[in-house]
């Protein structure tokens, strides 16, 4: 056992020095970066001139397998010169929707030339190719920077790496509505280090963004050698298994494939991904395409694999295009529970706040976030106050509305000691607010609805409608005259503003 492990360790030390190019500058200080991030590898691992550059993706995306996967939310492309790897790539770019308008598109690959714990999020400008400049979200990237230290804004580690930059014309030529990216390069394959950055990638995946990872296969086997290697190493990925693939990288290493230097060298992004998408419902990977160096070359005595790879769901698992950009597992969602049973309990019998210890909460919990706090005692409403707008981070609000709604809703006297063991805790994680010009906008019973109109305001969240049963007409009189005091039919010459809703609540009592 004690020698699996040390041949594990081994294994996985090799696999990060032994990517795409040597990572011998791990420890060297980078060079100090530009705003944008100019072109490193045009002219080499495609055409610098932009016409040239046209013609050629042209004629690969004709040659690549069209569009064949449905509800596609992440794609697997290789990152080598377009000569070699360009028809396998269009292949997974020509599963996007050239109409579809992402929120965001993730560009995940591995660093090839430094080595570090965490990952990289470029922030501080856009990136160049010669067909043009695309725009990177920096509010985005910093916001994700920010949200936990697995994370870091090092730019400069960007500036050599070719993983991300090869996608990107790849997405200028074939979209056909503006999209921006957010360029994550990792510098580890530590696993624990790659959980932490699944966590903080997690509550992007959703139905309005894309991810995009960037990754080849074998490394420098003989044809015959890469072709059973690399089909072994999909097939993992397809099994949407963390472990899986761990355990088939580990394989293959054991197999002493002559000449074999990594069987995916942009591991750490597929891993990393896999342990988000392992967790979702209905989820299948598709093989799309396979070549190799030596299809191009005819030299079958050392080459590079390439695979292109789709993640899907069935109809019954679709991702969600709601405006909430977040999800909460189950352990964030009793995490928040427990803050706010416990912070009831404690300030209503003390008038104290409990500490919170929020060094095992996931980076989700610590992103400002809006939030309502719902009390109920035998179905009834007991007392309800939340905050759309936070300046703190969603654990905290959840403390502070659970005070709040026991002690600060005008509607009910506070909360007394011999009714804490009566009260049910609902709490509804809220999306940011849309304007919408109409109640013909208004997606009634799937989201909440904010009206303003002067200094007045009111709002009703989502399941109120499940629970009061009025049509919407009466839903959005009763938030204007019971709510926001502006009467009846205020809402009509109202702000309106619309938000949907993660709610969650304690088992019944």
Request: glycine share 6%; net charge neutral; aromatic share 10%.
């Amino acid at each position: 056992m004690l020698r699996n492990k040390i041949v594990f360790i081994f294994i996985i030390q090799l696999m990060l020095f032994s990517n795409c190019h040597s990572q011998n500058d791990a420890g060297k200080t980078p060079k100090t970066a530009s705003i944008d991030r100019k072109p490193a590898v045009a002219g080499q691992f495609y055409p610098a001139d932009p016409a040239e550059l046209r013609n050629m993706l042209k004629d690969m995306f004709a040659a690549a397998i069209p569009m064949s996967t449905k509800n596609m939310f992440a794609i697997v492309c290789p990152h080598a010169g377009y000569i070699y790897s360009g028809i396998t790539a269009a292949s997974s770019f020509n599963q996007i929707d050239p109409d579809r308008e992402y929120e965001d598109i993730f560009v995940i690959g591995a660093s090839h030339h430094y080595a570090y714990d965490g990952a990289s999020v470029y922030s501080k400008g856009n990136f160049i190719t010669p067909l043009g400049t695309v725009e990177v979200d920096t509010a985005l990237a910093n916001k994700i920077i920010n949200s936990d230290k697995v994370f870091q804004c090092n730019q400069d580690y960007h500036l050599p790496d070719h993983c991300i930059e090869v996608q990107l014309p790849f997405l200028q030529y074939h979209m056909k509505k503006k999209f921006r990216i957010v360029p994550i390069l990792i510098g580890t394959e530590d696993l624990s280090i790659c959980k932490k950055i699944a966590a903080g990638l997690k509550p992007y995946l959703n139905g309005n963004n894309l991810f995009v990872l960037s990754t080849d296969f074998s490394h420098y086997p003989k044809y015959a050698d890469a072709v059973v290697n690399d089909k072994r190493t999909a097939n993992a990925i397809c099994t949407n298994s963390a472990k899986e693939l761990v355990e088939t990288i580990t394989y293959n290493y054991g197999q002493r494939t002559p000449e074999l230097v990594t069987s995916l060298c942009g591991f750490a992004a597929v891993v990393s991904f896999l342990y988000i998408s392992e967790k979702m419902e209905g989820v299948t990977v598709e093989q799309l395409k396979y070549r190799n160096s030596g299809d191009t070359t005819n030299d079958r005595s050392r080459v590079v694999g390439y695979w292109s790879l789709a993640f899907c769901t069935d109809d019954k698992h679709k991702l969600s295009t709601n405006e909430t950009g977040f999800s909460l597992s189950d352990k964030d969602k009793s995490d928040l529970l427990h803050i706010a049973r416990t912070t009831l309990n404690t300030y209503i019998k003390d008038g104290k706040l409990p500490a919170i210890d929020s060094s095992t909460f996931s980076s989700v919990l610590k992103l400002n976030c809006g939030a309502f706090v719902t009390l109920t005692i035998n179905g009834e409403l007991r007392g309800c106050i939340g905050r759309f707008m936070p300046d703190k981070p969603l654990y905290q609000v959840v403390q502070d509305m659970a005070v709040s709604a026991s002690t600060q809703d005008y509607r009910f006297n506070p909360v007394k000691k011999d009714e804490l063991g009566k009260i049910r805790i609902e709490i509804s994680v809220l999306s940011p607010l849309k304007p919408i010009n109409s109640a013909a906008d208004f997606n009634y019973g799937k989201e909440g609805i904010y009206m303003t109109k002067g200094n007045a305001s009111g709002t009703f969240l989502p399941q109120v409608a499940d629970q009061t049963k009025w049509t919407k007409e009466e839903f959005l009189g009763h938030c204007a005259q019971d709510k926001a005091g502006i009467g009846w039919n205020g809402w009509k010459d109202a702000k309106l503003f619309t938000y949907t809703a993660v709610v969650f609540r304690e088992e019944k009592k």
